[in-house]
């Protein structure tokens, strides 16, 4: 008490001041893990969730709780645009629970997903004494956030609430990328003393609204306008003439498909661009790139492409000329170290100066038409169900109305094979790092902000991703529920490796297929029924395809896993028929004369 008025204790007022602090700036999700030393940001999130100021989400492992988060503020591209993602806070206690975060800031990071990650500490005078569960968490996430600062144990001085509203004004405009046009995750590292709860005779305040505390400051009178800065796109004008490509890799987003289209370049976008549909998207396009990939002299790169390797084979060529085209402060992306331009965004003249040789699209779009065709016949053939027919299935039942998030590994790529919308779900995946973590938590928040506007998530995933982030499926009774179809194509391992040269060794050198499928493939022999039931999830082992598009028709309720076991041992011959069979149907569609020297096709074919 201060004379007769109640005071709450620094490290409950500064939490509030925290909290309110992030409303104003518009974070509306929160993600907690409980702790003892977050105790106070505990208080002041679940008075504001009460309130309706903001929804809070607690889970109770915080790399779950992360990849959450990420999910929420990915998802916000429904309602903001894929360039203006909304924040997301997550906050946990102190010692391992902050390491436990680092899964998904690098791939915030590496993706530009706005994280404010609020991690609690000890007071500066316990650290490095031996003190319970402290560690030293300062610079805990190194180069991978935008913006970090330590902020020592509140004391109620006079002007504090100025001081940490403007710490939060700084971290959200970090976030957002609001002056570097380059977003990803901050951290917070805020430091907390006992007592970390109010004497029982002022419990009540923990509920007061915003300013009804005595003396306290309401966060939205302390605003600062944070503007924007713009990156300068100068002219910069092209010859017509050099065959040219337009790749999209994630997140390219829809400028890419428009751009194609108003300068008559075929489009080889990826699943998860935010570019791979319209009238000149290439089906298939890794697979016909095999083919007429020899006749590109030009290609410009929108977003950041990951799946392919003739992609980043075209771009490490010294007689292609490649154009990057790379917004805000990010590193642009360029594997192969061979852009010749890079530039901050599409130059005006581009939407207008004169499009190329409309042969050369013809010829592309042909060859796509054909792949389309050879792919969409061998994920309807008949026999066992196969990991293609799966993907094509979940392709087809999503509109663009739905989400869809995908896996890394063979969903992606299957998926890439296989899309051929004429207008496209969103597509979401975690290609920063192109990891298998995370992927249910990621899409689990998505869904929570999709389904604000109405919209149908769902996400595809193999087995290896799904038990790999097992723990997603956990919700407490107490927490908002997400509307969620988690599709697990089971081949009982990792068949991605089967594709990659430890699989043709494994096939060439029959000595090493031991080795082959216990380090790389990876059996697991996991009961998906059982486990879901330990968590009280619905789980459907569906046996055909049709099967599958039945369950897909629905709109879910809740979480509900459709498992779908597929083969694994023929993934490499499958995969090199296919290619071959989309060569010859290529070389049989497009006129020789647009074809590079010596192509022809398969003796027989």
């Given at each position: 008490?201060s004379?007769d008025?109640p005071?709450?204790p620094p490290?409950?007022?500064?939490?509030?001041?925290i909290?309110?602090?992030?409303v104003a700036?518009?974070?509306?999700?929160v993600?907690?893990s409980p702790g003892s030393r977050?105790?106070?940001l505990?208080y002041?999130l679940?008075?504001?969730?009460?309130?309706?100021?903001?929804?809070?989400?607690?889970?109770?492992?915080e790399?779950?709780a992360?990849f959450?988060?990420?999910g929420?503020s990915?998802?916000?591209?429904?309602t903001?645009g894929?360039?203006?993602l909304?924040?997301v806070a997550?906050?946990t206690t102190?010692?391992t629970a902050?390491?436990n975060?680092h899964p998904?800031?690098?791939?915030?990071?590496?993706?530009?997903?706005?994280?404010v990650?609020?991690t609690a500490d000890?007071?500066?005078?316990l650290r490095?004494t031996g003190?319970?569960?402290t560690?030293d968490?300062?610079?805990?996430?190194g180069g991978?956030?935008?913006?970090?600062?330590?902020?020592p144990?509140?004391?109620?001085?006079?002007?504090?609430?100025?001081d940490?509203r403007?710490?939060?004004v700084r971290?959200?405009a970090?976030a957002r990328?609001?002056?570097?046009r380059?977003p990803g995750p901050?951290?917070l590292?805020?430091a907390?003393?006992?007592?970390?709860?109010?004497?029982a005779?002022l419990?009540?305040?923990?509920?007061a609204?915003?300013g009804?505390?005595?003396g306290e400051?309401?966060?939205?009178?302390?605003?600062?306008?944070?503007?924007?800065v713009?990156?300068?796109v100068?002219?910069?004008?092209l010859?017509p003439?050099?065959?040219t490509?337009l790749?999209?890799?994630?997140?390219?987003?829809?400028?890419a498909?428009r751009?194609?289209e108003?300068?008559g370049?075929?489009?080889?976008?990826?699943a998860?661009?935010?570019?791979?549909?319209?009238?000149?998207a290439?089906a298939?396009h890794r697979?016909v790139l095999?083919?007429?990939g020899?006749?590109?002299e030009?290609v410009v790169?929108?977003?950041?492409?990951?799946?392919?390797r003739?992609?980043q084979?075209?771009?490490?060529?010294?007689d292609?000329?490649?154009l990057?085209?790379?917004p805000?402060a990010a590193?642009w992306p360029?594997a192969a170290?061979?852009?010749?331009?890079?530039?901050?965004g599409v130059p005006a003249?581009?939407?207008?100066?004169?499009?190329g040789?409309?042969a050369?699209?013809?010829?592309?779009?042909?060859a796509?038409e054909?792949?389309?065709k050879?792919?969409?016949a061998s994920?309807?053939?008949?026999?066992?169900?196969t990991a293609l027919?799966?993907?094509a299935?979940?392709a087809?039942a999503?509109?663009?109305?739905?989400?869809?998030v995908v896996g890394?590994?063979n969903?992606v790529?299957?998926?890439?094979?296989?899309a051929?919308?004429?207008?496209?779900?969103?597509?979401?995946?975690?290609?920063?790092?192109?990891g298998?973590?995370?992927?249910v938590?990621?899409a689990?928040?998505?869904a929570?902000?999709a389904?604000?506007s109405?919209?149908?998530?769902?996400?595809l995933?193999g087995d290896?991703?799904?038990?790999h982030?097992a723990g997603?499926?956990l919700r407490?009774p107490l927490?908002p529920?997400?509307?969620?179809?988690?599709?697990?194509v089971?081949d009982?391992?990792g068949?991605?490796?089967?594709t990659?040269e430890?699989g043709?060794?494994?096939?060439?050198?029959?000595?090493t297929s031991?080795?082959?499928?216990r380090v790389?493939a990876?059996p697991?022999?996991?009961?998906?029924?059982?486990?879901?039931?330990g968590y009280?999830?619905?789980h459907r082992l569906?046996?055909?395809?049709e099967?599958l598009?039945?369950?897909?028709?629905g709109?879910?309720?809740?979480?509900?896993?459709?498992?779908v076991r597929?083969?694994?041992g023929?993934?490499r011959?499958e995969?090199s028929?296919l290619?071959a069979?989309v060569?010859d149907a290529?070389?049989?569609a497009?006129?020789p004369?647009?074809?590079p020297?010596?192509?022809?096709p398969?003796?027989?074919a």
């Amino acid at each position: 008490m201060s004379g007769d008025r109640p005071v709450l204790p620094p490290a409950l007022a500064a939490a509030r001041q925290i909290v309110e602090g992030l409303v104003a700036d518009g974070v509306t999700d929160v993600v907690l893990s409980p702790g003892s030393r977050s105790a106070a940001l505990a208080y002041a999130l679940a008075a504001a969730d009460a309130a309706g100021r903001l929804t809070l989400h607690v889970r109770i492992d915080e790399r779950t709780a992360a990849f959450l988060a990420l999910g929420l503020s990915r998802g916000s591209a429904i309602t903001e645009g894929p360039d203006r993602l909304r924040p997301v806070a997550v906050v946990t206690t102190s010692g391992t629970a902050a390491a436990n975060l680092h899964p998904a800031v690098l791939e915030a990071h590496h993706t530009g997903v706005p994280l404010v990650l609020v991690t609690a500490d000890r007071p500066h005078e316990l650290r490095g004494t031996g003190a319970n569960q402290t560690t030293d968490q300062v610079g805990l996430y190194g180069g991978a956030v935008r913006h970090a600062v330590d902020v020592p144990a509140p004391d109620g001085r006079p002007g504090e609430a100025r001081d940490l509203r403007s710490v939060l004004v700084r971290a959200l405009a970090a976030a957002r990328g609001t002056r570097s046009r380059y977003p990803g995750p901050v951290h917070l590292n805020v430091a907390f003393r006992e007592p970390l709860a109010p004497p029982a005779e002022l419990a009540a305040l923990l509920s007061a609204g915003p300013g009804e505390v005595p003396g306290e400051t309401r966060a939205d009178a302390l605003r600062t306008f944070v503007g924007e800065v713009s990156d300068v796109v100068g002219p910069y004008p092209l010859d017509p003439g050099p065959a040219t490509v337009l790749v999209a890799g994630d997140g390219a987003g829809d400028d890419a498909r428009r751009l194609a289209e108003a300068r008559g370049w075929p489009l080889l976008a990826e699943a998860s661009s935010g570019a791979a549909a319209g009238t000149h998207a290439v089906a298939a396009h890794r697979l016909v790139l095999g083919v007429l990939g020899g006749r590109v002299e030009r290609v410009v790169v929108m977003g950041r492409p990951t799946l392919s390797r003739p992609v980043q084979q075209l771009l490490a060529r010294e007689d292609v000329e490649v154009l990057v085209v790379a917004p805000g402060a990010a590193p642009w992306p360029d594997a192969a170290r061979a852009a010749d331009v890079v530039l901050p965004g599409v130059p005006a003249g581009w939407w207008t100066e004169p499009v190329g040789d409309r042969a050369w699209l013809d010829a592309w779009r042909g060859a796509g038409e054909a792949a389309r065709k050879v792919v969409a016949a061998s994920a309807a053939a008949p026999g066992p169900t196969t990991a293609l027919a799966v993907a094509a299935a979940v392709a087809e039942a999503s509109g663009p109305g739905d989400v869809l998030v995908v896996g890394s590994s063979n969903p992606v790529r299957d998926l890439d094979l296989v899309a051929d919308w004429g207008a496209s779900p969103l597509v979401l995946a975690n290609r920063g790092l192109a990891g298998i973590d995370g992927t249910v938590s990621t899409a689990t928040g998505v869904a929570h902000v999709a389904a604000r506007s109405g919209r149908r998530t769902r996400v595809l995933v193999g087995d290896l991703t799904f038990l790999h982030d097992a723990g997603g499926l956990l919700r407490g009774p107490l927490e908002p529920a997400a509307d969620l179809q988690v599709v697990v194509v089971n081949d009982d391992g990792g068949s991605i490796f089967a594709t990659l040269e430890y699989g043709a060794l494994a096939e060439q050198e029959p000595s090493t297929s031991r080795a082959f499928e216990r380090v790389f493939a990876t059996p697991h022999g996991a009961g998906l029924a059982a486990l879901c039931a330990g968590y009280g999830v619905r789980h459907r082992l569906l046996t055909d395809v049709e099967g599958l598009r039945e369950a897909l028709a629905g709109r879910p309720r809740g979480v509900e896993v459709l498992e779908v076991r597929v083969g694994r041992g023929a993934r490499r011959t499958e995969g090199s028929r296919l290619a071959a069979d989309v060569r010859d149907a290529v070389l049989r569609a497009v006129p020789p004369e647009l074809l590079p020297g010596g192509a022809a096709p398969s003796e027989g074919a």
